[in-house]
């Protein structure tokens, strides 16, 4: 994959640590996070996620850096690959964009997206191989505390709304916090914190309608439904019935799983206990392969080791084979099974470093030689 582009980039609000959260509840909605820095230095990003644990009767006053979360910078520098993965693991609405420490922007989960399809990134997949299911819903008369322990529980920033039956409405967690968040005086009856939480009943805060996709539909498809309508979620339907809910999250994430791709590693000679450790070896040697074909530009098409005990030492052999035609060859022995399979990675590793090395020895000679 290319690299992450700068004309994706918008203007970022930064606020400094001590910054009071009421001063900037206003842009968290507007924007869907806003950047902290403390001391000058960046220090992370606050969304409406972390507003919906906090205390209401504090809320107001308190110092809006206690609520950040710390997510990497991201960066022109980086591959849209690990773009994505921030983006997948942060589960956030947008990132903070900058260089050496220096926030200069930030990147909208919507943007992300935009580009994506764009660079036609998207796996062809159909809605219904990556949608959540079953889909997660709670009772229209059910009250934020049930739905904020519901979200938690299941790690999800939305619910669907259920009134006698069917799906009625969505909530999210920006609707719970733009609730819990307001004024007590705006809001008499939440001045107590349990009893505002227990008193607000899901269907009277949640959106009374959803955006919809068909599960046939392709993952492009729903990418684009979702810039249409200006939502990071769908409900996904069969026959006019919800069977799921894709968000964005799960278009990073088919992304991330179509991108990376496993090394075969076939082991012979296993018995016994060594048997019982196919798995071990294999994942030793399939990351060791992949760690050396990202520095020596190499594809690795497959690895392949064998095992042997003599006299209660473990003697292993690996050969890893790259395109066109280079391979490495080494070899390990330990009375313990982990230990020979360490070394035996290393060795590898070891040897394709120095082949690393003498290819940019001949290659600076060259250079030299033809001025």
Not at 190 to 204: H, P, Q
């Amino acid at each position: 994959m290319q690299n992450l582009p700068r004309d994706i980039v918008e203007e970022a609000q930064i606020y400094d640590y001590e910054e009071a959260v009421s001063k900037v509840l206003s842009k968290i909605k507007e924007e869907g996070a806003v950047v902290i820095t403390r001391n000058g230095e960046y220090f992370g990003i606050v969304d409406d996620r972390a507003l919906t644990q906090a205390s209401i009767a504090k809320l107001q006053n308190t110092a809006v850096g206690k609520y950040a979360i710390r997510v990497p910078l991201l960066s022109d520098a980086i591959a849209l690959e690990e773009a994505v993965k921030i983006f997948y693991d942060s589960n956030a609405r947008a990132i903070p964009f900058g260089e050496e420490g220096k926030v200069l922007g930030k990147v909208k989960a919507s943007k992300m997206l935009g580009f994506l399809l764009d660079a036609k990134a998207f796996p062809k997949m159909k809605v219904e191989e990556v949608m959540a299911s079953p889909v997660i819903g709670i009772d229209a008369k059910a009250n934020v505390a049930e739905a904020i322990a519901t979200m938690q529980k299941n790690k999800i920033d939305r619910l669907l709304i259920i009134s006698k039956g069917k799906p009625s409405g969505i909530i999210t967690n920006t609707d719970i916090m733009f609730t819990v968040a307001k004024p007590p005086e705006r809001l008499p009856h939440m001045k107590k914190a349990a009893y505002g939480l227990e008193g607000i009943i899901v269907e009277s805060i949640g959106t009374p309608y959803f955006h919809t996709i068909d599960y046939s539909k392709s993952l492009e498809e729903a990418a684009r439904e979702m810039l249409q309508q200006g939502v990071l979620a769908l409900a996904v339907t069969k026959e006019n019935k919800v069977v799921g809910l894709l968000t964005a999250r799960e278009l990073f994430k088919a992304i991330l799983l179509s991108s990376k791709k496993e090394v075969p590693v076939y082991v012979s000679g296993l018995e016994g206990y060594a048997k019982e450790n196919e798995e071990d070896i294999k994942r030793a040697l399939a990351k060791t392969a992949e760690k050396i074909a990202k520095f020596t530009k190499l594809t690795a098409e497959g690895v392949y080791a064998n095992v042997k005990i003599t006299k209660s030492v473990y003697e292993l052999s690996a050969s890893i084979r790259f395109a066109k035609g280079k391979e490495l060859h080494a070899k390990a022995s330990d009375p313990s099974f982990d230990k020979a399979v360490k070394e035996l990675a290393d060795k590898l590793y070891e040897m394709a470093k120095k082949e690393k090395e003498l290819m940019l020895t001949k290659k600076q000679k060259v250079e030299r030689f033809y001025g």
